[in-house]
């Protein structure tokens, strides 16, 4: 610990002392805050980021706060390539960190960015087992890794409230996404949006996840993390939102265009998203849970893409992740029949070119193994005495970004 606060109403500004009034919160724990880092005065960082309630709150989050300061030089928009020294590589734990861009065959342009520091949920927000330290407790030794839950009436309802809220915060990201915005700016809407709810974002710190959503640019197949980078016209990027709420999970996502998108890449988007509506609608009582694999196979092969086949759907509730697991691809080993009362994801991912995947240093990252873009979508699904319904669906506010729903 090399540095002490200093009163946050005595910062320098234009080489004299000005009174600031005490209205911060600490950075750290959400308390009214008077004391300011010093380093963080000294780069002329934001106010709100270096503002703490006591030395003892500053001396316990300095091994996380000081990642702030090695991005405080951001890269030039557009070069492709971060900053290295201001970059601290985000690892899963176990794992060594550096302060430098690791070595890796990178497969696209793409590469990784300094992502911020990990955002404050409030003390009134209900939390999953893993929020504090990163490891979920319950979900890794349940039942229901074996055995595909049958919800009840009461379950039922809690998950429609948290799919409504899903959606509504996926909408919010949707609405922001364009050129110029960084992912991690796209991460605090879907943050901030998530705690309005009332609810708690699912990812965030989900197995030392840093962040509140998923955000995958381009050759990123899943688990992309919100960082620095500014998105650019043409890119196209997916936005993966889960919310704990009233004790269950919802998950979706959807991709989007970013300004002017190339005609390949709409085709790949379009695809992706009729594969997820053509298995949705063989989903009912009695049908084969492999069925799914085959259905988006053949959607995705008629267009000329692959499906990745290292991820698959997922059953989810009080668990965010549980049996059953659903495959995306033909002649895939799915166990189990559909019945009423089960509710689960289907998010095709859909490449354009090979099926195959690598996984970035940060083990979380996976991209195409020849670095062409993938696309994803998907829905939290109940299978009903008749058929599904989709408990994450599109509302009528949802912004209007697909030009195929449009026509």
């Not at 197949?221 to 709420?245: M, Q, S, W």
């Not at 995306?328 to 090979?354: C, D, L, S, W």
Request: with cysteine.
């Amino acid at each position: 610990m090399r540095s002490s606060l200093k009163p946050s109403n005595a910062i320098m500004t234009g080489g004299s002392d000005v009174a600031e009034p005490a209205s911060l919160s600490c950075a750290s724990c959400g308390k009214p805050a008077q004391l300011q880092c010093p380093k963080c005065v000294q780069l002329k960082l934001p106010r709100e980021t270096a503002a703490f309630c006591t030395q003892d709150c500053f001396k316990a989050s300095w091994s996380s706060h000081k990642s702030v300061h090695l991005k405080a030089k951001p890269s030039e928009p557009g070069t492709g390539t971060p900053d290295n020294e201001g970059w601290l590589y985000c690892l899963k734990k176990g794992q060594a960190r550096t302060p430098k861009l690791p070595y890796f065959d990178w497969t696209g342009t793409l590469r990784p960015y300094p992502i911020s520091s990990k955002r404050i949920v409030p003390a009134h927000i209900d939390l999953p087992d893993w929020a504090a330290d990163g490891t979920p407790k319950v979900e890794p030794n349940s039942d229901l890794q074996y055995v595909v839950e049958i919800k009840k009436p009461e379950q039922i309802e809690r998950m429609r409230e948290t799919c409504l809220i899903a959606r509504k915060v996926l909408d919010k990201a949707a609405s922001v996404i364009r050129p110029g915005i960084t992912t991690d700016e796209i991460d605090r809407v879907v943050h901030e949006a998530t705690i309005a709810e009332g609810g708690y974002p699912s990812p965030l710190n989900y197995h030392f996840f840093p962040k509140s959503c998923c955000t995958s640019v381009n050759e990123v197949i899943c688990h992309g993390i919100p960082d620095a980078r500014k998105l650019e016209d043409g890119d196209i990027v997916n936005v993966d939102v889960t919310v704990y709420y009233k004790g269950v999970h919802s998950d979706l996502n959807e991709t989007y265009f970013v300004g002017n998108v190339d005609e390949e890449s709409q085709r790949l988007v379009q695809s992706t998203y009729e594969c997820l509506e053509k298995a949705i609608s063989i989903v009912k009582p009695g049908m084969r849970f492999r069925e799914v694999g085959e259905v988006i196979n053949r959607n995705a092969t008629m267009s000329g893409f692959s499906v990745a086949k290292s991820y698959c759907g997922h059953g989810i509730g009080e668990l965010f992740h549980c049996a059953p697991n659903i495959p995306h691809y033909a002649r895939n080993k799915a166990v189990g029949v559909m019945k009423a009362g089960q509710t689960f994801t289907i998010e095709p991912m859909i490449n354009a070119g090979v099926w195959r995947d690598r996984m970035w240093p940060d083990g979380w990252t996976d991209v195409t193994a020849d670095g062409k873009r993938s696309a994803q979508f998907e829905h939290t699904l109940l299978v009903t005495e008749t058929g599904v319904e989709v408990l994450t669906a599109r509302l009528p506010s949802s912004p209007k970004v697909f030009p195929w729903l449009n026509a």
